[in-house]
T-cell receptor, first 117, second 109 residues
């Protein structure tokens, strides 16, 4: 149980284009979903937290207009990287929690490798 | 700023050996998670510990949460090549997770 999927698993795009990444909880309803970014040989850095039906909470230094997050249902959250640039190239990973009172236990998706040319 | 320090950063051992990796902080966490991450994949949850002093066992893996909830350890008995991977600890803080940089374990046959 507690399976989270991401799509696509990898994407290559040209500088200036937008890319949408989907995160789905397959066998549970996710009250909260999280988006992380991981650069090579570094740990996961939280970008934003989203609850279904409400606006995402962004971490300091993360541009909300550049990284658009939509959490339209209890099983789907999307991250759109707008006007992507090479420095946005990274491994983007989502996670989901099904316990609103205890969000610490998070189940992670397989990640999406974004390369911006 | 809350930080989690993991040690060692790298560990290379022979199959059959025992090992312990550590996760330390000066901050108190509401919980401590251990994950294993393979290259190019997302982290896979191994365990969550919540109570200070708590010990959990998962087959050959033993996890301990420090009494003060500031540190944790992961002990692997009789390591196997399949244990190779990046082990990440993550502390729960105000509903979010703070990740350590990980311990890269390599188990050689």
């Amino acid at each position: 149980g507690a399976v989270v999927s991401q799509h696509p698993s990898w994407v290559i795009c040209k500088s200036g284009t937008s890319v949408k990444i989907e995160c789905r909880s397959l066998d549970f309803q996710a009250t909260t979903m999280f988006w992380y970014r991981q650069f090579p040989k570094q740990s996961l850095m939280l970008m934003a937290t989203s609850n279904e039906g409400s606006k995402a909470t962004y971490e300091q230094g993360v541009e909300k207009d550049k990284f658009l997050i939509n959490h339209a249902s209890l099983t789907l959250s999307t991250l759109t990287v707008t006007s992507a640039h090479p420095e946005d190239s990274s491994f983007y990973i989502c996670s989901a929690s099904f316990n609103r009172e205890f969000r610490d236990t998070q189940y992670f998706g397989p990640g999406t490798r974004l390369t911006v040319l | 700023t809350q930080l989690l320090e993991q040690s060692p950063q790298f560990l290379s051992i022979q199959e059959g050996e025992n090992l312990t990796v550590y996760c330390n902080s000066s901050s108190v966490f509401s919980s401590l998670q251990w994950y294993r991450q393979e290259p190019g994949e997302g982290p896979v949850l191994l365990v969550t510990v919540v109570t200070g002093g708590e010990v959990k066992k998962l087959k050959r893996l033993t996890f301990q949460f420090g009494d003060a909830r500031k540190d944790s350890s992961l002990h692997i008995t009789a390591a196997q090549t399949g244990d190779t991977g990046l082990y990440l600890c993550a502390g729960g803080s105000q509903g979010n997770l703070i990740f350590g940089k990980g311990t890269k374990l390599s188990v050689k046959p």
